[in-house]
């Protein structure tokens, strides 16, 4: 009975002695996290912008709209509107007005854009120029800067099907989404990919201009 | 035997109470660590716009913060109003048409561009400040296009003739482009008179031409873009640059 009581005592005082370690160390790692707390505070975070330059790699146009980001497949759409033009005027330029009122009428479509086609007379050039006026689907949208951070996400997947070797990003910035445009070009960076960026307005169109014109690029917003 | 029982109690002992409370504080202590490490990034309240590849030594870029009420730079040594650039960008038909003085902003320009060996500009673009950064950047695309690219291209009446009859010292100067040449570089008068002479008396308007662009070749304005969301307000700093401090807003 006795050895019982000496032996629990002696127990109880060694674990005492070990908790009191195990506790001034957490106690010292409370304070680190604290202060680590603190101190990110003032931290002063760096955004690189490059000069504008040329690339030889090929872009791949992202959209940020509604405060989300996503991949809005314009070249698709905007080949799939030309070709159908193309199909419907033929060799013959005056059944051009009669084929865009006829396409207009039920317009190609993806989830993104609808496109209207359009067929433009461009200096110098003696064929008209088919392109597509591309507007907005009402409520479209994307992910947003949290949803993108996941390795699921369709930014991630779409990215990672992608060569930063080959191939770079662009993307186009709505007035509504800079602070996704952030989110998505640090994470397009963090995966190798060097970008490019422009804004627009939250509810511009997007329209086909003349190839080689001053200023014009074929995503350029067009003025109405 | 009250102090036989009192004996038989022996020390109370916390082990069960410190096991609990030593649990509770490591599962604390994982949760704040990688709380902490997560969340280090987003906690970062400061921003300051940076230009890549740059150093303290290269060039200073000013940065021009575009917002709906005009351009102005973080020191305020330069205010636009784009309102003149705009109406003479739609009202152009032609590059020609520019022109690359007379206004704030195109003076700006053509300051910088002598001084482009100190300086250049990078837009600040606020969400308001898209239909004000738009004219001032077409700007200097146009008038890199017209004055400072390293080739620029004129229409050729003849171009078999043309080809055939640069001398071959200045060939590696000139080269053609499908019915148009381009001189590459600046001319000197001695390369002027001799490229005249080459070409005939056809030929030396359109020569006394390149020479004259030539003169103004090489005036190239580089520039960057940001895209800076609202809410984050700008403050400056003891290093005159400036920085951006978010608002929590900024990451919801």
Redesign the interface.
């Given at each position: 009975m006795r050895n019982r009581q000496r032996s629990s005592v002696m127990s109880a005082v060694g674990l005492d002695s070990l908790s009191d370690i195990v506790m001034n160390v957490m106690g010292a790692l409370f304070f680190m996290v604290i202060y680590v707390g603190l101190s990110a505070s003032g931290l002063i975070g760096r955004i690189t912008t490059p000069l504008g330059t040329p690339s030889r790699t090929k872009p791949v146009f992202l959209e940020c709209r509604n405060n989300t980001v996503f991949k809005p497949d314009l070249d698709e759409l905007l080949d799939r509107s030309v070709s159908a033009l193309s199909q419907c005027v033929g060799p013959d330029f005056d059944r051009i007005p009669g084929c865009e009122e006829l396409l207009n009428r039920k317009p190609l479509r993806n989830a993104f854009y609808t496109a209207r086609p359009r067929a433009l007379k461009c200096p110098g050039m003696d064929r008209p120029f088919a392109t597509a006026v591309l507007d907005m689907v009402p409520g479209a949208s994307g992910e947003n800067s949290y949803q993108i951070q996941s390795p699921d996400s369709v930014l991630q997947r779409e990215l990672n099907r992608l060569d930063p070797k080959r191939q770079h990003v662009v993307f186009m910035v709505r007035s509504d989404s800079f602070a996704v445009f952030h989110s998505a070009r640090s994470l397009a960076r963090k995966l190798g990919f060097r970008a490019g960026w422009e804004p627009f307005e939250k509810d511009r169109t997007l329209g086909g201009g003349c190839p080689g014109g001053i200023g014009y690029q074929w995503w350029m917003p067009q003025q109405q | 035997m009250h102090a036989a029982r009192h004996?038989?109690h022996?020390?109370p002992?916390?082990?069960p109470f410190?096991s609990v409370l030593?649990c509770v504080?490591?599962v604390l202590?994982f949760l704040?660590?990688g709380l902490?490490s997560g969340?280090?990034?987003s906690?970062?309240?400061?921003?300051?716009?940076?230009?890549?590849?740059s150093s303290p030594h290269d060039r200073a870029p000013i940065f021009l913060e575009c917002t709906q009420d005009g351009a102005r730079s973080f020191d305020d040594r330069y205010k636009f109003n784009t309102a003149l650039e705009e109406g003479a960008i739609k009202g152009a038909k032609d590059?020609e048409d520019l022109k690359w003085s007379g206004t704030p902003y195109t003076d700006f320009l053509a300051a910088l561009a002598v001084g482009r060996d100190r300086e250049?500009v990078?837009f600040v673009?606020r969400?308001?400040g898209?239909?004000t950064?738009e004219p001032l950047r077409?700007l200097i695309?146009?008038r890199n296009?017209a004055l400072c690219t390293t080739s620029a291209a004129w229409k050729v009446v003849d171009e078999d003739r043309t080809t055939q009859a640069i001398p071959a010292d200045l060939s590696s100067k000139v080269q053609t482009e499908g019915g148009v040449f381009s001189f590459l570089g600046r001319m000197s008068q001695t390369e002027r008179q001799r490229l005249q002479n080459a070409l005939g008396s056809e030929a030396a308007a359109m020569v006394d031409a390149v020479y004259e662009k030539s003169q103004r070749a090489g005036q190239c304005i580089?520039?960057?873009?940001?895209?800076?969301?609202?809410?984050w307000r700008f403050q400056k700093d003891a290093s005159g640059m400036g920085?951006f401090v978010k608002s929590e807003e900024?990451?919801r």
């Open positions: - | 004996r038989s022996g020390p002992s916390f082990f410190l030593l504080l490591g202590m704040a660590a902490a969340s280090l990034r906690a970062i309240a400061h921003i300051r716009i940076e230009v890549e590849g590059i250049y990078v673009v969400p308001d898209i239909k950064f077409m695309v146009l296009r580089d520039h960057g873009v940001e895209l800076v969301p609202a809410e920085r900024t990451e």
